[in-house]
C-alpha cells in the first residue's frame, strides 16, 4: 500500500515540476534556443533526486534542432533547478534531466500511415 502513496506522491510532483518548467522556460529563460519549447511531462525518480522533463517543439522538428535545444535547456538547467527551489517546497529538488518526447511526431505518423491505408482500401 506504501508504493501507491509514493507513486502518487512523485506523479503530483512531477506534475507541479512540469508546470512551473513550463512557466518558468516561457517567462524566465532568454535563451532563443528554447523559445519554441513545451514541457510535456514530467517523471521524478522514487528518491526524488532526479527529474526527466519530456519536451516537444513546435514547428518542424529536426535531429539538428533537437541537439540546439537539448543544448539550451542544459545549459538553463542550473537556473531552472534553482528556481524550482524557490517555487516548490521540496527537501530534494531533483537534478533536472531532459528528453525529446517523439509521441506526437510518432501520433502524426502512424495517423498519416492509417490514412493512407484506408484511402488505399477504397480504391
Known sequence: MASSG??????????????????????????PRVKWVTVSAVTV????????AYFTVLGD??????KTVLAG???A????????????????????HFKYDDSTVR????TSLIDAAVASDKK
Open 107 to 110: 501520433g502524426t505518423h502512424l
Open 73 to 75: 535547456l542544459e545549459k
Open 61 to 66: 522538428y529536426t535531429e539538428s534542432v533537437d
Open 45 to 52: 525518480s522514487k528518491d526524488f533526486s532526479h527529474a526527466i
Open 77 to 96: 538547467s542550473g537556473f531552472l533547478r534553482r528556481e524550482l527551489g524557490k517555487r516548490i517546497k521540496l527537501r530534494i529538488v531533483p537534478e533536472l
Open 6 to 31: 509514493e507513486s502518487s506522491r512523485s506523479r503530483r510532483v512531477g506534475e507541479q515540476i512540469q508546470r512551473e518548467l513550463a512557466q518558468l522556460i516561457q517567462q524566465e529563460v532568454k535563451d
